[in-house]
């Protein structure tokens, strides 16, 4: 519901590492995360991602995979004659890190390799996101800031015409209400 941005929760969802690698945490450890969704018209998106903590190291890895499938197209020529199918999708690899420091603050970084493909044409490209928390579990606080998408177009869809990557600066904060299931949350997004 809050489209990809629900940035500022701490706790041992899975899922979390996706969206801000600050999240990483050990109590993570060992967890996988699925999820598919068929849409209408054959298109098709998912997502599999499963961390690892590592005490020795005092460091929790996450790796994951997205992709979004657009179905099948009718190719047609210049003037809407038939002329075959073509399909359309892109992948996201993403491996994430996150580490604690002073038992409240909260860091990580993740590296996202994409690639992209639309009937003969494809592109690829690579992105950093940074991110750092403060989690105050005793009063039920976190606030957060990420920078994401920092990075570039290793291949274009067409030759010499790169386009910027969605680079992002975000920030939130969520408060839970003491002895209530309610999580109160407010996000900035493309600062």
Do not use: C, W
Request: aromatic share 14%; no cysteine; net charge negative.
């Amino acid at each position: 519901a809050m489209g990809g941005l629900f940035i500022s929760v701490f706790d041992n969802d899975a899922a979390l590492a996706l969206q801000n690698p600050s999240l990483i945490n050990p109590s993570m450890h060992n967890r996988l995360s699925l999820h598919y969704i068929d849409f209408l018209a054959d298109m098709k998106e998912g997502y599999a991602g499963y961390v690892r903590d590592f005490d020795k190291i005092k460091t929790t890895f996450n790796a994951g995979i997205q992709f979004l499938n657009y179905g099948n197209f009718t190719a047609t020529d210049e003037i809407g004659n038939p002329i075959g199918t073509f399909n359309g999708s892109d992948y996201a690899l993403t491996l994430g890190v996150g580490r604690t420091y002073a038992d409240r603050f909260h860091y990580g970084m993740s590296a996202t390799f994409l690639t992209s493909k639309l009937e003969s044409y494809s592109a690829n490209g690579a992105a950093l996101t940074f991110a750092g928390a403060y989690h105050d579990s005793t009063h039920g606080f976190t606030a957060t800031v990420l920078f994401k998408n920092v990075g570039t177009q290793f291949k274009s869809y067409r030759s010499g015409q790169n386009e910027p990557l969605p680079f992002d600066i975000q920030a939130g904060v969520s408060k839970r209400l003491g002895h209530t299931p309610f999580l109160f949350s407010l996000v900035l997004h493309d600062l």
